[in-house]
């Protein structure tokens, strides 16, 4: 019986790495695209995080027609409903980075002191699909709040302004320590037990 292996439908060489080695605990395999020969990036037009992670598997196992798993991720602040969301990686307009990003995002929320008035969550949606038709999803959140300014010197993206509810930021956390919370590993982490008790996917196992 052949060895569950899947195609990680991202170009993210940190997203990839912690998708292989939580995978690696079931006894499954992860492609890269490159390792898949497939040069793929789809069109993120979903609503929802969990829309845009089937539109990022689906296209990519319609070119390879393997076991594909896709994440999408985000941050949801509750004093913008939500926002910036799927938005979240282009908040300050298409040619934005990071630092455009989390200046629009201090601006927005400019005015709110509390700590409770700036509440955010990182939520990560997960998706596997299957050559027999299958779809697995899973979810991870990470709970929180938005800071008053930068903090920390690791981390990427909101991290240095997204802040846990003992007040320790994510950017200023080991990345050993900030893996084994992230909002991606927990979801990918409830993937994998789901995959777990599945045990056999049409000519395909776990080793474990």
């Not at 899947?6 to 990839?16: D, Q, R, S, W």
């Not at 605990?25 to 069109?43: N, Q, R, T, Y």
């Not at 409903?81 to 300050?92: E, K, L």
């Not at 007040?167 to 927990?186: C, P, V, Y």
């Amino acid at each position: 019986m052949e060895k569950l292996r899947f195609v990680a439908a991202t170009n993210n060489p940190g997203k990839l790495r912690e998708i292989r080695e939580i995978l690696a605990s079931i006894g499954a395999e992860c492609l890269s695209l490159k390792e898949a020969g497939i040069v793929c990036d789809a069109e993120e037009t979903g609503k929802t995080f969990a829309q845009n992670a089937y539109i990022k598997a689906k296209a990519v196992f319609d070119l390879c027609g393997l076991p594909t798993i896709a994440d999408d991720s985000g941050l949801c602040v509750g004093a913008l409903d939500g926002g910036p969301g799927v938005y979240t990686a282009r908040y300050a307009g298409p040619e934005c980075d990071s630092e455009k990003n989390i200046d629009k995002l201090l601006g927005a929320l400019d005015g709110l002191k509390e700590t409770s008035e700036r509440r955010a969550r990182f939520v990560s949606a997960v998706c596997a699909l299957f050559p027999d038709g299958r779809t697995v999803r899973a979810c991870g959140v990470v709970e929180g709040y938005i800071g008053f300014e930068r903090l920390g010197g690791g981390g990427f993206g909101y991290d240095p302004i997204f802040r846990l509810p003992d007040d320790i930021g994510f950017a200023e956390l080991t990345e050993e320590r900030k893996n084994a919370i992230s909002h991606r590993g927990r979801a990918i982490r409830k993937l994998a037990f789901k995959l777990r008790g599945i045990k056999r996917l049409r000519g395909l196992e776990f080793d474990k």
